[in-house]
């Protein structure tokens, strides 16, 4: 277990997100579009897990009205399997139950299976599918889970 800092992004940290993105997906956020969150008060929240200054991974968490949204979560690859996934879920779950939020619901590849294992391990069960939901074709799986998260 790596036991990280967990922060607020601040459009400082845009570059490092873009990075992130870019080695983590095939079809990346784009740059203007967390450009456009991080200076926008209110819109989704950006966390990031910091290791010895640099981002290892960050998640994105927005809201619609009793339900938590996770829009997004990436860990460099260098480090994955040490819990950093883990402490940005817990951190995201501490802001739903702020929230009053009942459940969290978040939208995984279906060929995803690394994402549906970590998924499963904190308690997401499958909810539904949706067709051609991503740009290239590929169908998504809507997953959700009650708060509290388990987290063990
Ligand atoms: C999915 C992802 C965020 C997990 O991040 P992580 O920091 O490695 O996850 P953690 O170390 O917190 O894993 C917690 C648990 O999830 C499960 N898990 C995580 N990675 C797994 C893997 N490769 N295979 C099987 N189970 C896995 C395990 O139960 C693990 O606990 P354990 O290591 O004690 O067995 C990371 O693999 C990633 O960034 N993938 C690419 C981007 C992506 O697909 N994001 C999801 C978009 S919906």
Redesign the pocket.
Known sequence: MQIVDIDFCVPGDIKSLVGIEAV??DIPWEERLIERDLNEPGSAIYLKATVKGEIA?YGVLGRAEDTAH?M??????E???????????AAFGEISEDWQCRRMC????SN????R??????GFVYLSRVKGYYADGEDALVLTARLPLRLG
């Open positions: 983590c997906f991974g996770l997004n979560l990436a860990v460099l690859p480090y994955r399997r040490q819990g950093i996934a883990l402490q940005i879920m978040l939208e995984v590849r995803n299976a690394i994402a294992d970590f998924y499963a391990s904190i």
